[in-house]
């Protein structure tokens, strides 16, 4: 009866895929014990209940097959989309930033479905036109890319906007995007700059000055940047151990347990502790890109692409952002951190992995 039930939970989990995030989420459970100050068993708790949550949307949408999730792809552009749009006219406001739809019974953040809905959708359409893929699918591409971007950006929420236009960008370029329209695009994006820079709201420029100089403000704009830093560097080789660092349990590092929670895990365990940590991520993405070569489609092999890169885009980011050499923009370590919304986007992408990897067969749709 138990290897029954076994096998049934466990027939669409791609097995190497699963053990690397498991080993993660575990990581990640006892540095948040170690950031909340090793009190109290609290927060632990919640981030479990997290994990639960996300690991049953995991296992649900592992069992959606591919050509379903595929006819999901629009409806849930559309509702998020709509949702973005309602947030923009009705939603909550929380420390100046108009982010959340209040529903009544809880709270929504519409963002967090686009960065799924988006590489969706887009895998959809090229999917639809991978007979013969024209400049001008590329131009429909991108805008239904820059709609969802566009309107988390007016939010504010660069951090999320940035996560959403990675994910569609992977698809755009996946499918086959020239190099010669990439470089059109960087030469025009890098002559916008002045623009782009007049169109930053004054925190935005302001964190952008103070990635290239965070001593100009030590104790305001630049703190986070400068106390994470002396915990990573203070943690040398092996760390100083679990519970034992300074900076953390001393409350100097802030954002401890969510954005800068890299700065703990480097001050315990050290450089051998963040090489474990990258090691484990580099599995994940080299086994999701293993999934995306084997793909037996176009939809299938956009998404588990997407789904990758945009993986190594949150980690890239978020440690970029701690060690000092990206601005700070509020995007978590994956899978680490504490929070659930992320994750359960993040593990739904998962899902979305091992649904391509274990249903070998894609009825055309």
Known sequence: MISRLFDVISRRIDGPLMVALVLTLALGLTVVYSASGGA??????GQGRNIA??????????????????????????VGLALLVAVALFGEVRNGARRWLNLGFTTLQPSE???IAVPLVLAWYFHRHQEGIRLRD??????LLALPVGLVVR?????TALLIFASGFFVIFLAGLSWKVLAGLFVAGATSLPFLWGMLHDYQRQRVLTLLDPSEDPLGAGYHIIQATIAIGSGGVLGKGWLNGTQAQLDFVPERSTDFILAVFGEEFGLAGNLVLVTLYVLIVARGLM????ASTTFARLMAGAVTLTFFTYAFVNMGMV?????????????????????????VGFGILMSIA????LVSS
Do not use: E
């Open 155 to 159: 939010q504010p929420d660069l951090g």
């Open 53 to 78: 949550l996300a690991a049953g949307a995991l296992w649900l949408v592992a069992n959606i097959p591919p050509q379903a999730l595929m006819r999901l792809a629009v409806p849930a552009y559309a």
């Open 323 to 347: 060690s000092g050499i990206l601005p700070v923009v509020g995007v978590p370590l994956p899978m680490v951190s504490y929070g659930g919304t992320a994750l359960l986007s993040m593990l």
């Open 358 to 361: 274990t249903h070998k067969q």
């Open 113 to 115: 479905i686009m960065k």
């Open 291 to 294: 999934i995306a070569a084997n």
């Open 138 to 143: 590329y131009a429909v591409a991108a805008i």
């Open 40 to 45: 109290s068993f609290d927060r632990v708790l």
